[in-house]
């Protein structure tokens, strides 16, 4: 097996400070160092003392308290919605098949696009074009917008554009089955939809490029990070979500791989 040549890690990292997400879902790291675990740990071993052990230490660990959507990860069909447009109850993530998750993948760089913009169909296929790829079934399509560039601000949680519904399915219609994006999330932010919102009251613009899964159920990644690092095209996307079952999303350590 050839190794790749080159790993680029496309995953945001996961703290207490960066400011990725609204104040109702943000997640909470306790760190519990070594020397905090000696006690109970000589509990397991009557007789040992906290003397015993190299330097008085013992274990480290962390306690988390997350949301399945903090941080990078990967949203499963029944995020969207329960059922899709025939009925059928939506994947959850640990019945995502596996092999959607490690492909070929392309980059599209929307990056010069003003906050809040909502792609369309006809910029999707543009800018394949342009990047001179030939879309394929299950190829990972990843879209860079400005939105990275605020990670650690308030900011990160208004910047970056959206893709629409007509763009989505023309993405899923085509095979596309995982794409991914560094914004907050795969539609504009909440901030630019809700003045949409306050113009035309057209429910249709809500969350719209999510629930585009109902008529093609998709996955699709947010939170990345570092796309502006990667080539339009000639890499491998590995995304595997952590298997949780019956549950809306998943973390996962998105990387690209370049041969």
Known sequence: MQMPSKIIDISSTLDNETVMDHDIMRPKIEYVDNKGTAEDVCKFFPGLKVSDLPDGEAWSWEKITLVTHNGTHLDAPY???SKDKTGKPMMTIDEVPLDWCFRPGIKLDFRKLPDGHVV????????????????????????????????????????????????????TSRGVRVCG????????????????????HDPKIIWEGHYAGI?????????????????????????????????????????????
């Open 181 to 200: 994006i560094d914004a907050w999330g795969w539609d504009a932010p909440f901030h630019h939809m809700a003045k949409a919102w306050e113009k035309t």
């Open 120 to 171: 369309s169909a006809a910029e999707m296929e543009a800018e394949i074009k342009r990047i001179g790829h030939e879309l394929k079934p299950l190829d990972i399509v990843l879209v860079n917008t400005r939105a990275s560039e605020c990670i650690g601000s308030p900011e990160y949680l208004t910047a970056g554009i959206g893709i629409g519904r007509e763009a989505t399915l023309w993405l």
């Open 79 to 81: 995020h969207f919605h």
């Open 215 to 259: 008529e093609q159920p998709y996955c699709h990644m947010e939170k990345l990070q570092h796309l502006e690092k990667l080539p339009d095209k000639g890499f491998t996307v590995a995304c595997f979500p952590f298997k949780i079952k019956k549950a809306s999303g998943a973390w996962t350590r998105a990387v690209a791989l370049i041969d």
